[in-house]
Structures are given as C-alpha cells and as structure tokens.
C-alpha cells in the first residue's frame, strides 16, 4: 500500500527536512506487520514526492496473530486486501516513521512546521463503504480539494459493477503537521472493517492527534465512533473529553476568554448593547456595503444580514476557528441563495494590506483593537483607513476607567486575558483624533452602557466619518 506526499512549495526539497527523511536515500523500518519503506520518487527544486510503502505481510499477520480478526473463511486469512488497501497500519507507519512531522518538530526547518505548504496526498487505494460521498464529508470540511477514483469490481466485467475501492487524492495548502494527523486519524475511520489496534490508549492518540481539528469537525460524532469501532464506552469518553479538555490553542484560549468577559459584562448585556449601538451608526451612516473586521463568531454579521438595506456583508477575523464557529451560528449553508450571495467570510489579519477589504461604505470593528500589540497599531491604521478606506469606520473598545467598578474584577487587571491595552476615555479620543489628522477622517464619540458619574460608561464607541476619499 502506497501514500505519497507531493509538495510544490520553493524549494520542494524542504519537504526532506520537515519529514526527516533524506530525499536522495531509500530508508526501511521493520514494523509488526512487515515493512515501511520511505523514498522520493522526484525531488526537484519546484516539485517534490515523499512515498510511504508499506509491506504487509498477511502470512506473518497469522502467524504473528497481529490482529486479523478470526474468520470461518480460513482462506481469507491469505487471500485478502491487506498488502494493498491503506489502512490502520498506514497510520501506524505515519506514527511510527514520520512521528517528528506529526509531532510538528523539525530541527532544520522550524519556521516551516507552522507554514501552510501546497500539498498533494495520494493513497492508492482505500477502502470505503460509505463511497465518494463520504470521502468527501470526511476530508472537505478540513479544507481538501478531494479527487475519488471509484475501481470497478473487475475491469473484464463491467457488468459486475463498480467495487468500494477509490484511488484517493486530496490538496490543499496546509500545515504538513495537519495532513499528517488528519491521516492519521481518518484512515482508520475509512478502515472500518478491520481495524486492529483499539484500546484505550487508542482514545488518547486520538485526542492527541485529533482534537485541533475534530471538535469542530462537523463529522466528529461519526469519525469518534468509527475510529473506536463502535465501542460505546470509548467513545462516549473521548467525545466528552474533546468537548472537556483540548489541547490548548490560541483560538480556544481567545474563546474561553472572552466567555469570562462576557460573563463579568453580563448583567447589563453589555455586548448586546454595544452591538445595537453599531448597528444604529452604520444604519445612520446610508452604508449598504459593509465590514465587519474581526468579526469574531459573527454576532454583528447576523444582525446586520437581517437588515435587508445591507447588501453586501464581509466578516474577516484572524482565527480560523472563529470563522468556522461563524458559519456555524449563522447556518450558513442553510440560508437562502440570495442571503448566502449577501455574506463572505475570509480569514485575515487586520495588520496586513489587504485587497479584499476595499470598495465598502462602513467597517465595524467591534472590540479587536485591544487585541494588537501596541506596535502593530500602526500598521492596522494604514490598513483600515488609508488601504480599505470606507466611509464610515466604527471602532469600540472597553473603557478602562469603569474597571473599577467591576466587583469581581481584581484591581490592575484587564477584562480579558488577551487584550494587550485597555483606553481610558482621553486615550482612546487622542489616538483617535491622532487617526483623523494623519488620513482625512472626522470623528465623535458614544459612551456604551449606563454612564457612571465619576469612571462613564464601561465601553466606548469612535464613529469616524471620511473627509475625503483620498488619504492624505
Ligand atoms: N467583533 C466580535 C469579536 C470580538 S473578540 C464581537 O464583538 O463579538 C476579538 C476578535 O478579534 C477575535 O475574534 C480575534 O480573533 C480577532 N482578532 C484579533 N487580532 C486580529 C487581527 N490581527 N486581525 C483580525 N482579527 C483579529
């Protein structure tokens, strides 16, 4: 059984580095259930191919008793797919003889183990009862391009039909470390039948190489069950530890912060008010093309597309997984056609110039600047109001002054872990007045929230208005 991994990535031969294996030497592993063999078919400058070969040898499995599952047909101990289906013992390989790759270490190339990289997987063949149908539910939602070859029963026969085996093919630009460990953990998924290796270790390799990317898989329920084969108790603990206790990742780590935020600002839905108050200005502001920047798990954006005046809607937030969980809330792939024309989301950093954020009436960008670092803040300036340049450009962000009046708050410390700065009022009207001076922009001011006499309002609102359509 054959998986190769193309890259077309400058100089492709980087692939070696990542995958620790040398592109010019052929190099053998001994495993369980036979050979591992791993080799570069090609390995140019602009185009390089890592291959996995596996050996299995179906005899030494008998004997060895490595699992194959008894059957009454003693024959099919011998005669059988094994030594050419990709299966579970491909993932055993991947563990096995690109553990680093998957592990995302890399010696020599540590920059590149969190690049996204063009990659091309090829496994020839596997084999999946649930068909290009479900191919394609388990590889597209994590971003592939997904190419099945379905084989017929027997070329001689047409008649006979088409067999359950697909020459598989999967691209995308990703992180080597991630096609690594969704093969990891989907081929045994595919392998349904006869998957040898189940225990309860098997929950904590799949919670190790799996819960980035499967708790918000839509598939994960299945993909849980079919990897432990159906054995209730397994599964039950591994969902509800996916659910309980991921790894950490920053976008989660972002998330569950911002529930403390929430929960502190909760009694007077301060958020709710805060986004009622954008709403209104970009209303006011006659905008019908519109930015939500940072758009987070898009609440604004499902306010605004209730709005019908709105007709075109773009939501860009930096984090992956806040796009996703946006999509999701949204329902997007239930809207009608007409909704789903009215609303884009792209994943983008608000610190780099961006094309896709020209040509809009209004951006709201609600609660992010607190995110950047100082440093970048310039750079997220030219981007919004000199390279995007709407007409109306609505920011808020936390008054850091009403932080006292936070019972639970202790003193000194910001409303959520990961916001690098928070403004008292005059903060926020200088840098914003600073803003209008440098590129052409009028501003007024809106405390959000029930005003206090002494500290104002827990959050504020900067409602900036284009002089004129060139930057200064
Ligand atoms: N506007 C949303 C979310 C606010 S939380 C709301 O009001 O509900 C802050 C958001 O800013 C997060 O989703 C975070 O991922 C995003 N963010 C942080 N830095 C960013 C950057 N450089 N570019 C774009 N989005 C960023």
Redesign the pocket.
């Known amino acids: 059984m054959l998986l190769t991994i193309t890259t077309t990535h400058v100089p492709a031969t980087d692939l070696g580095y990542l995958l620790h294996k040398h592109p010019a030497r052929v190099q053998s592993f001994s495993m369980s259930f036979g050979q591992a063999h791993v080799f570069y078919p090609e390995a140019g400058d602009e185009r390089c191919t890592a291959a996995l070969l596996l050996e299995v040898d179906p005899i030494g499995l008998v004997r060895g008793r490595h699992g194959l599952q008894s059957s009454s047909f003693a024959l099919e101990q011998y005669v059988n797919d094994r030594p050419y289906v990709v299966s579970s013992f491909m993932s055993v390989a991947i563990g096995h003889v690109f553990g680093s790759a998957l592990g995302g270490r890399s010696k020599e190339r540590p920059e590149l183990v969190e690049q996204p990289l063009p990659l091309h997987a090829h496994l020839s063949v596997v084999q999946c009862h649930g068909g290009e149908t479900l191919l394609r539910r388990l590889f597209e939602p994590l971003g592939y391009i997904v190419e099945a070859q379905q084989h017929p029963l027997d070329e001689q026969f047409p008649a006979w039909g088409e067999s359950w085996y697909f020459t598989l093919g999967l691209a995308a630009t990703i992180r080597l470390r991630d096609l690594l460990s969704h093969l990891y953990v989907l081929i045994p998924v595919l392998d349904n039948e006869k998957h040898y290796w189940v225990g309860e270790e098997e929950v904590e390799k799949l919670l190790r190489h799996g819960s980035a990317w499967l708790a918000r898989h839509p598939e994960r329920e299945l993909i849980t069950k079919r990897y432990l084969r159906y054995q209730r108790r397994l599964t039950r603990a591994a969902l509800a530890q996916l659910v309980r206790d991921e790894l950490p990742d920053p976008d989660r780590s972002?998330e569950e912060h911002?529930r403390e935020e929430e929960a502190l600002e909760e009694r007077i839905s301060l958020?709710e008010l805060r986004?009622q108050a954008v709403l209104e200005a970009i209303k006011q502001s006659g905008a019908t093309r519109v930015l939500?920047?940072?758009?987070?798990?898009g609440?604004?954006l499902k306010l605004l597309l209730a709005d019908r005046s709105f007709e075109s809607i773009l939501g860009?937030?930096?984090?992956y997984r806040?796009i996703e969980r946006a999509r999701e809330r949204l329902r997007l792939d239930r809207l009608p056609a007409r909704d789903q024309r009215r609303l884009k989301l792209i994943q983008?950093?608000?610190?780099y110039a961006d094309q896709r954020l020209a040509g809009y009436d209004a951006a709201a960008i609600?609660?992010?600047i607190e995110?950047?670092d100082t440093s970048r803040l310039a750079a997220f300036e030219r981007v919004v109001f000199e390279q995007a340049r709407p007409g109306t450009v609505v920011v808020t962000t936390p008054n850091r002054e009403y932080n006292v009046r936070w019972e639970t708050l202790p003193a000194g410390r910001f409303r959520h872990k990961d916001h690098r700065f928070e403004w008292t009022r005059s903060e926020f009207e200088q840098w914003a007045r600073a803003v209008c001076d440098r590129f052409g922009y009028t501003v007024t001011f809106q405390p959000i929230g029930p005003e206090d006499p002494v500290v104002g309002a827990p959050s504020q609102m900067a409602i900036f208005q284009v002089q004129r359509r060139d930057p200064a």
């Open positions: 972002e911002a958020h986004l939500d920047l940072g758009c987070g798990e609440r604004l860009m937030d930096v984090s806040a983008g950093s608000l610190i609600v609660e992010v995110h950047l």
